[in-house]
């Protein structure tokens, strides 16, 4: 279906030598998102911290697409490489993505 809502799920587990830089991914990575994608069609974007808990899960941050089409002219935008590049600069741990058809 064109006109299901697509998330796209990021998370990022901790590691034993993992550094993660809330306050970066807060006021400046996930805006980048936002400020990237909003035009081929993102919804919402929003981080969240779960508890200190042994599932590792440093933040989740949930990315909402108008339709699945959306999220790919998105993810192949020459632009997005400014998103992934960025990752660097708050943490040296690689995302984890799920993928949830609405």
């Known amino acids: 279906m064109h006109n299901e809502l697509f998330t796209v799920y990021v998370t990022y587990q901790e ?15 996930v805006p980048l998102v936002i400020h990237t994608w909003q035009p ?6 929003a981080a969240f911290y779960p508890k200190k808990n042994t599932s590792g899960t ?3 941050c949930e990315c909402v ?3 699945k089409e959306a999220f790919e002219k998105a993810f192949a935008a020459p632009e997005t490489d400014i998103v992934m590049n960025d990752v660097k600069q708050f943490t040296n741990l690689t995302p984890r993505r799920l993928f ?3």
Do not use: M, Q, W
């Open 15 to 29: 590691t034993e030598n993992s550094h993660f830089d809330r306050d970066y991914y807060t006021t400046t990575h």
């Open 40 to 45: 081929y069609g993102l919804i919402h974007a």
């Open 58 to 60: 440093i933040v989740i």
């Open 65 to 67: 697409f108008k339709n």
């Open 100 to 102: 949830i058809h609405a």
